[in-house]
């Protein structure tokens, strides 16, 4: 519950400690604790990170892990959800980030490895199937889905793949929801058509890899993470102009929220590409897309020595980050109605963008991404 409670009141050493305080030794697995435990030390052992920040990180993994777990859980005892022929579901946002905290909302996305075509029925069954879903979020505690539940609905896969750059990419949502998968996207239904999903869009990218296995770049790839980014920024700028004051205020936490975690989905992919001295194949791909964010920044940092001082300096900036956006909508809202505290938020956004650059400027100098970034 933001600053004030929960689990950013406990930021106190101790994995084992956290897990047993939030019940998940009872209801999961061994296995998952020691994912969790083998996740976070990953980070521990390659960055130097304050304890308050390393602290944090851990908590929200727990904490994320540990509704994700649940929703599983639930999703796979859904008769609705288990008589959809080929669905995989994965989260984004928050969520697929393992940053989550109480006040975080939940955004689904639902693939069919079939083809519409080969379903007898489709939207009866489809609107069954989001109704339960629904039911599942209001009883497990999750925030309302944003915006009246307007993208829950039901994508597939051959169009996501077809569509790959085409003009029905972005207006159909499949940019949207192929991206997030390969930035943020973690599964919590159908795990083996969602690693198929995985392979089959990174492979769509390494369509002349075959005919290049020695100077490969992922330019395509690179590409398509900045032509999101863009797109990222300019919704943001076709929504601004929105007169009501408290719509205002909260196109103000979005271009907040743009400038931390979207920036860092985005170009923590690019540093973690550019991390590879050799040729990028679609295995490498498929390993740095399962990754969180935070883990692209250490991984880069691992392999780069000269920008682990600047990844420890964003981490910890975004750390603050994690901290204020914990807050409840209102208080949130509140904190940026107030001028001085926007000045704070936004100046911190830009340093956290400025370290980021960084980070790609000093591992440019091996890697030459930068070039494929700008032109």
């Known amino acids: 519950m933001g600053q004030g409670g929960g689990l950013a009141k406990r930021d106190v050493g101790g994995l084992a400690f956290k897990a047993k305080h939030l019940g998940i030794i009872r209801r999961f697995s061994f296995v998952l604790i020691k994912k969790i435990m083998e996740d976070n030390l990953y980070i521990a052992k390659t960055l130097t990170l304050i304890q308050s920040d ?10 994320a892990n540990t ?19 080929q669905l995989a579901i994965y989260t984004a946002g928050s969520y697929g980030r393992l940053e989550a905290s109480p006040y975080s909302d939940i955004d689904l996305f639902f693939v069919v490895a079939k083809s519409r075509d080969s379903l007898p029925e489709f939207r009866v069954p489809e609107i069954r199937l989001l109704s339960d879903i629904i039911d599942i979020g209001f009883r497990l505690d999750f925030p309302k889905f944003s915006n009246d539940g307007e993208y829950l609905k039901i994508l597939f896969a051959e169009d996501i793949l077809n569509n790959l750059g085409s003009p029905s990419d972005d207006y159909h949502n499949y940019f949207t929801a192929r991206m997030l998968l390969l930035l943020e996207g973690r599964p919590v239904y159908g795990e083996a058509i969602y690693s198929r999903l995985l392979k089959n869009i ?4 390494f369509r002349d890899y075959r005919n290049h296995p020695d100077d490969f770049r992922p330019t395509f790839l690179i590409n398509d993470i900045l032509r999101f980014w863009k797109t990222l920024c300019l919704n943001y700028e076709h929504k601004r102009n929105e007169e009501e004051s408290r719509a205002r205020i909260k196109h103000k936490i979005k271009n907040f929220k743009l400038g931390f975690s979207r920036l860092l989905i985005c170009f923590a992919t690019v540093a973690a590409l550019g991390a590879y001295r050799k040729n990028v194949t679609p295995n490498i791909v498929q390993k740095i897309c399962r990754m969180t964010p935070v883990q692209r920044l250490a991984f880069a940092a691992q392999t780069s020595p000269a920008v682990q001082q600047k990844v420890v300096e964003a981490l910890h900036l975004h750390s603050w980050f994690l ?10 809202e509140k904190y940026f109605s107030v001028k001085a505290n926007r000045i704070e938020a936004f100046s911190r956004a830009r340093e956290f963008g400025n370290k980021i650059f960084e980070i790609l400027e000093i591992m440019d100098k091996d890697h030459s991404n930068m070039r494929y970034l700008v032109v």
Not at 54 to 63: G, I
Not at 323 to 332: E, F, H, N, P
């Open 54 to 63: 390393r602290s944090l990180f851990e908590n929200r993994s727990v904490y």
């Open 67 to 85: 509704k994700l777990g649940t929703l599983a859980s639930h999703l796979g005892k859904s008769e609705r959800v288990k008589s959809f022929p």
């Open 202 to 205: 990174i492979n769509s990218y």
């Open 323 to 332: 901290r204020k956006t914990a807050l409840s909508t209102d208080q949130l």
